[in-house]
């Protein structure tokens, strides 16, 4: 059988989480806790569970949850949306992510990425028949071209993808990239998919998001997820806000890729939103201290840390260290080392001459201390 992604093997999150447990290692590869969500978040998934609330949820996702989302994008970004036509639930931000390049990317159609990219980007796109062009964001700033990305744009680009805050490399637009990428949406009438999973997770300034600027949200899906909101990854729920025409169409194909996403979840969720939507608000302060943590910790070490101004990732440059190649250095510093790391070169198509790795801080502070002292034995 003729494969529909001869170029796809298993994630790259997979394998290294797999290792990492084989070698018993500290795993700060793939990017998930080691710590348990609220109790309060916890109590209530079972509360929903045992009262009734296990079967299938409206297609769209619980209105109240739709009511609440609208309500937190209010508080963070000013912005008023409609619950019943643009906030579609989800499984995950990467249902949302598929569902958003299936509903725009018709066959031949050309799909601009900034590379590192995450990986589930340009297997949905392939999957559409578009086509991805590629664009590298280059160590150690990793910062956008926008001249770059404009001279890639043809008559047949349809749909550029952007990640603000930025994994895997823990950039965070600024407002001239907001308003770069706005006005090269409008000029060439593309539509945009703006993967914000880690919108709450900025250390160094406040939340911007697509929200902010009216023109580029009219012709933009906005996914996001509380995964990373509420420490929950394995809970599996995300959701896209688009505008009416645009959520009309994702609504379409949503309904046959999952029809609906985890019913009791969905009203854990929404109690969260209403009783600690602080917890959302002071996710950067919670994630900055982790960040500043790892970080000091591994001023004693060979690497030398890129600054992290969002997500929850830093990056490390171990040219100082080896020469290896950085998927070789990983596997080394599994197997030899007891640290999981993931190397930078697997979200390129044509990965830089550099030797950066990317280490997960979503984790107990005596993880990240026990991690670095391994690293700062190197
Ligand atoms: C940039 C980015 N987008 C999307 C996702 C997927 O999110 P979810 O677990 O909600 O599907 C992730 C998860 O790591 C991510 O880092």
């Not at 569902?99 to 799909?111: H, K, L, R, S, T």
């Not at 997770?201 to 023109?215: E, G, K, N």
């Not at 929850?312 to 260290?321: C, K, N, P, V």
């Not at 990983?330 to 640290?339: A, D, K, P, S």
Request: hydrophobic letters at 40%.
């Amino acid at each position: 059988m003729k494969s529909k992604l001869p170029d796809v093997g298993t994630t790259i999150f997979s394998v290294m989480s797999a290792m990492a447990s084989e070698c018993d290692a500290i795993n700060l590869s793939q990017g998930f806790p080691d710590f348990t969500p609220n109790e309060y978040l916890l109590d209530r998934l079972s509360h929903h569970a045992h009262n009734g609330k296990n079967q299938y949820a409206p297609m769209n996702g619980i209105p109240e949850l739709r009511h609440a989302i609208a309500t937190l994008t209010q508080e963070c970004y000013g912005r008023a949306i409609d619950p019943d036509t643009e906030v579609t639930l989800a499984s995950g931000a990467t249902e949302a992510l598929f569902v958003a390049i299936q509903a725009v990317v018709n066959p031949c159609d050309e799909v601009i990425l900034l590379d590192p990219a995450y990986d589930s980007y340009a297997p949905a796109v392939t999957l559409a028949g578009g086509i991805c062009k590629h664009i590298s964001l280059m160590p150690p700033s990793y910062q956008p071209d926008w001249q770059q990305i404009a001279a890639a744009v043809s008559p047949k680009t349809r749909l550029i993808i952007v990640n603000s805050p930025h994994n895997p490399t823990a950039t965070v637009f600024s407002d001239n990239d907001w308003q770069a990428l706005a006005n090269l949406a409008e000029q060439h009438n593309l539509l945009v998919i703006s993967d914000e999973v880690y919108e709450h997770i900025v250390f160094d300034q406040a939340r911007i998001s697509a929200h902010r600027y009216p023109a580029l949200y009219d012709r933009t899906f906005i996914v996001s997820s509380f995964g990373k909101t509420f420490h929950a990854t394995g809970w599996k729920l995300g959701y896209c806000i688009a505008p009416p025409a645009l959520s009309a169409e994702f609504r379409k194909i949503h309904q046959f890729v999952t029809f609906t996403s985890f019913t009791p979840a969905q009203y854990a969720v929404t109690d969260m939103l209403n009783e600690y939507s602080d917890e959302v608000h002071g996710l950067g302060g919670f994630y900055r201290s982790k960040r500043d943590c790892f970080i000091n910790a591994m001023q004693a070490s060979r690497f030398n840390m890129l600054p992290s101004a969002g997500t929850y990732f830093a990056l490390a440059d171990y040219s100082a260290i080896s020469d290896k190649n950085d998927v070789d250095f990983c596997e080394e510093l599994t197997r030899q080392h007891g640290v999981a790391a993931i190397p930078l070169s697997v979200f390129y198509k044509t990965p830089p001459n550099s030797r950066i790795i990317r280490f997960c801080f979503a984790k107990r502070e005596q993880t990240l201390l026990d991690a670095a002292a391994k690293l700062c034995a190197l």
